[in-house]
């Protein structure tokens, strides 16, 4: 038994809700600008008591849940996030203990938007491998900690979330392929400058905004319209697969035109698309998880479709999955 499956999903996005018109009252912005550059019109933000461990404890409950799985059959814990807890430890490590896993494995995952693919990849290598039969991979992200309110060009962008998946040995495999890849020649790009080793926080740095997500977001913009149409042609023919043969595709939610433009050149016709940017904004390594659950609540996905998902971001990094939902 070498293959892997994902045997449960849940997600969870905090209540509060942040609307196009309440940045309207904010910042020099319109829902009709957001609406079109970015189709999004709403994004659910963490509580100021609620950090990153909360947001991926209620996925990872809601997954067990829905999967009748005991935390006791989890493995390892993985968890995909550019926005911690704490620089370290690990949030991975506070996630399992607070689900009473004390002891076992635990760590993160800091590959920006494109954590959830990265994770998925690493989980499905580990399972194969015989290492862990069972291993949970969170997506979570509290991006709206690191957003500089008063930054049109970024404020409107981000929300908090997290999404949760059980993955499991099987005889039966769903991992058909993986392309993976990043490009750290410029890492100011997309990052968040201030508080770690190349710049520690001082009262200047933090004077300077350097506790902010920063981005050039026409340059991203390129590269994502890029990088989701590469990637997704190599990971297909990585798995012998054609463009025909893909049931969904669950793309990072980053902007509702980058999911377009991929989407169009890999001739996947919108309802073959799986998008809740409306809802969520882009919510980093919590994306896409929080995409298939919902698509899966909703009974779209049956076993046997092909699946590719396929994300980019800071880094710059970026890949792509294929996957047989079993
Ligand atoms: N409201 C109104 N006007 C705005 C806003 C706003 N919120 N933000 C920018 N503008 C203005 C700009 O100032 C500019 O004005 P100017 O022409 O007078 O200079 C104009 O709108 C156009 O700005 P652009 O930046 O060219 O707008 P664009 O169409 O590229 O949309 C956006 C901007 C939405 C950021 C887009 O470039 C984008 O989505 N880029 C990718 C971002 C991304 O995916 N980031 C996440 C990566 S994942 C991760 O790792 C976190």
Redesign the pocket.
Known sequence: MNGVKISAVGHYAPAAILTNED?EKT????DE??TT??GMKRRHIAAPDQATSDLCIAAARDALQNGKIATADIDCFIVAT?TPDYPFPATACIVAAQLGATGKPAFDMEI???GFIYGLTMASGLIRAGIYSRVMLIGAES?SKIVDRTD???????GDGAGAVVLEASAENSFLSSELGADGRRPEM?CLLGGGSRRPFTAESLAAGEQY?R?E??E??KF?VTKMIESTGIALRNAGLQKSDVNWLIP?Q??R??IDAAAKYLDMPDDKVIVNIEEYG?T?AASIPIALSEALHAGRIKAGDIIVFVG????L?WGAVTWRWA
């Open positions: 940045l910042l020099d912005t319109s600008w957001i550059r970015t550019s920006a938007c494109s991006l049109r060009s970024t404020a409107i962008l981000f997309l997500l981005m977001g026409r991203i913009f994502a990072h980053a902007n035109r980058i882009n980093s980019f971001g800071g880094g990094s």
